[in-house]
């Protein structure tokens, strides 16, 4: 749940067990679950102790995607890739702005947003990916 990105092999299962053992399910499972999967499901999960499929999990935003379990280091690295291809300081921008996201009220976090914007204009990447993109070639970011 700490994740930025969950790709599921089709024959994964997600759970909260720590109910059935006598145990408290810590460590921002009762923080982070319900704000993935909404205060219902979430309850179901750490309550029943019920584990849900890897298609339960995207379809209550749990993970991104469930592809099967011969394809799941593919599509991750595939992915990998293609954050790799994107600039390093709009990412950390995009990160900062998706946490706000959950941390603050809206309001908050659209004036934070716009912060952020005027902060990645004046990046480095940002020239270099306006100036590949009229020369029609791929951009060498560097991240500042």
């Known amino acids: 749940m700490a994740c930025?990105?969950?790709?599921?092999?089709d024959s994964a299962?997600?759970?909260q067990p720590e109910a059935r053992l006598g145990s408290f399910p810590g460590d921002g499972s009762t923080q982070r679950l319900?704000?993935?999967v909404g205060k219902s499901f979430a309850s179901?999960?750490?309550f029943t102790c019920e584990p849900i499929t890897?298609?339960?999990?995207?379809?209550h935003g749990l993970a991104s995607e469930s592809v099967p379990l011969a394809q799941l280091l593919p599509r991750a690295r595939e992915i990998a890739g293609q954050i790799c291809r994107v600039s390093p300081s709009?990412?950390?921008?995009?990160?900062?702005a998706i946490g706000a996201a959950f941390e603050l009220p809206l309001s908050s976090g659209l004036k934070e947003e716009q912060?952020?914007?005027v902060r990645s204009c004046e990046a480095d990447d940002r020239r270099e990916?306006?100036?590949?993109?009229?020369a029609k070639r791929d951009p060498r970011f560097t991240g500042r």
Request: hydrophobic letters at 65%; charged letters at 20%.
């Open 4 to 9: 930025d990105i969950v790709i599921a092999a």
């Open 13 to 15: 299962l997600f759970g």
């Open 34 to 36: 319900p704000r993935a």
């Open 44 to 46: 179901q999960m750490i």
């Open 54 to 59: 890897a298609q339960l999990a995207v379809q």
């Open 90 to 96: 709009a990412l950390r921008f995009a990160k900062r």
């Open 115 to 117: 912060k952020l914007i």
């Open 129 to 134: 990916g306006l100036l590949a993109f009229e």
